[in-house]
């Protein structure tokens, strides 16, 4: 039958899918099921699409941290605050080090929420890294509510202090979506380098998303949002 004929298509492009990784091909290959088995060439797509959220290779290094003039954290997902100070405390050691020559930069957490204050997110912060910040190191942005607004308050700092380079920091299910805006949104003000830092965590991997249920949740959702 032409369900059975569309099960085994699905069957063989998956294979050829996992031997080669050739994601574009996989998605023409998607359509061509999609006609002939319908339904189940059209949860396939879906199923190809959202492989690709995770498909975004971040450019910040450990060994060569890039110089820049914040990090940026976008406060939603568990993991990302927490991440995000440890980086910077990685760049405010070196900074100590250079007796003063090298300054750290901000710590930006946007859209923390407008109940949320400095007691409640320093319990997210290692302590030794609560010793070493300061009031002018961290940025507290308590009034964007998604993405496109993170992007948009910050363009307002971006703009005053003359930023030239940030690090975006958010979760790997967010990162390719949330790089997107960012260099749409700021473009306006200026030129300006995006650095990434994705906050990779299970169940949010590329091949292990679909077996959890707050993944598949989390990043179906994340599709949605395109």
Partial sequence: SSMTQARAQVTQTLGWCVGRRGKWKVLLSAVVV????????????????????????????ADQRPTVDAIVCLAGGKGRMSAAADVWYSY???????????????????????????PTISRQIRPEILKALSGRDVVLESFSGNTDENAKWLAKYVTERKWKRILLVTSSYHMRRAKFIFGRVLQKAGPIQIE???????????????????????????????
Avoid: N
């Fill in 34 to 61: 999609a006609v002939r088995g319908r339904s189940i060439g059209c949860l396939f797509l879906t199923y190809c699409a959202v492989g690709l959220i995770y498909d975004f290779k971040a450019s910040f290094r």
């Fill in 92 to 118: 405010a050691e070196k900074a100590m080090a250079s007796g003063g020559l090298v300054r750290a930069p901000v710590l930006f957490l946007s859209g923390v929420g407008r109940r949320a204050g400095w």
């Fill in 196 to 226: 990434t830092y994705s906050v990779v965590q299970e169940p949010f991997l590329p091949w292990h998303w679909q077996r959890d249920i707050q993944g598949i949740q989390v990043t179906m959702t994340e599709l949605l949002k395109w």
